[in-house]
């Protein structure tokens, strides 16, 4: 008796699609989003129990501040395919019209940009 064929499987099948691909490497920043998040828990751990000099030699590191930046790009990423994916989940009708996706998107992208740059005046404002 032979045993019944299996199909081997095709570790990069999401390779072969530009949309699987994006999907993927989306999934993927979810770890980067992820160590943003922890990154800022602990800066503000150290703001409360003042161990604040402490936080600031290790993200001083060279490795540390190449970890951010590799994050900071992987959240960016993550945050415009989510915001662009919007359209496609949120169907939004004004008096039986449905409002057109680039609507939505840039409407998305226009309250990101407000919230980053109230944030950057809060954060980046002269005592």
Known sequence: MTAPYVRGRDRLWFARSRRY?????RELTSVFVA???AFL???IAALTGGGYAGF???????W?????VVALAATCFH???FLNLAPKATVVRLDGWRVPAWMI???NHSAWLLVSAVVAYVVLRSP
């Open 21 to 25: 691909t994006i999907f993927v490497l």
């Open 105 to 107: 998107q840039g409407g």
């Open 64 to 68: 540390m501040i190449a970890v951010n």
């Open 41 to 43: 828990l602990l800066m």
């Open 56 to 62: 600031v030699a290790l993200a001083g590191q060279p």
């Open 79 to 81: 945050a415009i395919t």
């Open 35 to 37: 160590w943003t998040v």
